[in-house]
């Protein structure tokens, strides 16, 4: 299956070392996007085949290097940490609940109901940690 799109065409194909070492240089660049990790790919032009995956909601490419210098094993690792990395979240939930306390809750509302607000929050939140 092939997806075209504005008249390129990216296959979809498992990407194995000697599938890889197999891919022709082409004229025109075609991006070949791997089946077993969505958003990594590599891209065969006339002189280099290069390793890219795409992240964020925007599906901005980031270039991770060139084959053969960088193996499709050092490749799929990084891809996977920078996909992983754009989906993890940057404060755990205590520390977003400091935030909230300080900077909303306390400011906002009384002192005794800021205080039985927080118990609540700290209390029944606790399982998503």
Same mark, same amino acid.
């Given at each position: 299956?092939?997806?075209?799109?504005?008249?390129?065409?990216?296959?979809?194909? $498992?990407?194995?070392? %000697?599938?890889?070492?197999?891919?022709?240089? *082409? =004229?025109?660049?075609?991006?070949?996007? +791997?089946?077993?990790?969505?958003?990594?790919?590599?891209?065969?032009?006339?002189?280099?085949?290069?390793?890219?995956?795409?992240?964020?909601?925007?599906?901005?490419?980031?270039?991770?290097? $060139?084959?053969?210098? %960088?193996?499709?094993?050092?490749?799929?690792? *990084? =891809?996977?940490?920078?996909?992983?990395? +754009?989906?993890?979240?940057?404060?755990?939930?205590?520390?977003?609940?400091?935030?909230?306390?300080?900077?909303?809750?306390?400011?906002?509302?009384?002192?005794?109901?800021?205080?039985?607000?927080?118990?609540?929050?700290?209390?029944?939140?606790?399982?998503?940690?």
């Amino acid at each position: 299956m092939s997806l075209i799109l504005l008249g390129l065409i990216m296959p979809r194909i $498992h990407l194995t070392d %000697l599938a890889v070492a197999k891919l022709p240089h *082409q =004229a025109a660049q075609i991006t070949y996007i +791997d089946r077993t990790l969505p958003g990594f790919a590599i891209r065969v032009g006339q002189r280099r085949k290069t390793w890219m995956v795409m992240v964020g909601k925007q599906r901005r490419r980031v270039v991770l290097g $060139h084959y053969p210098l %960088l193996s499709l094993k050092e490749a799929r690792l *990084q =891809a996977r940490h920078l996909l992983l990395r +754009d989906h993890s979240p940057s404060l755990t939930l205590k520390a977003t609940t400091d935030l909230f306390v300080l900077q909303h809750l306390r400011p906002n509302t009384k002192p005794s109901s800021a205080t039985v607000l927080e118990r609540l929050i700290r209390v029944h939140f606790t399982h998503l940690e």
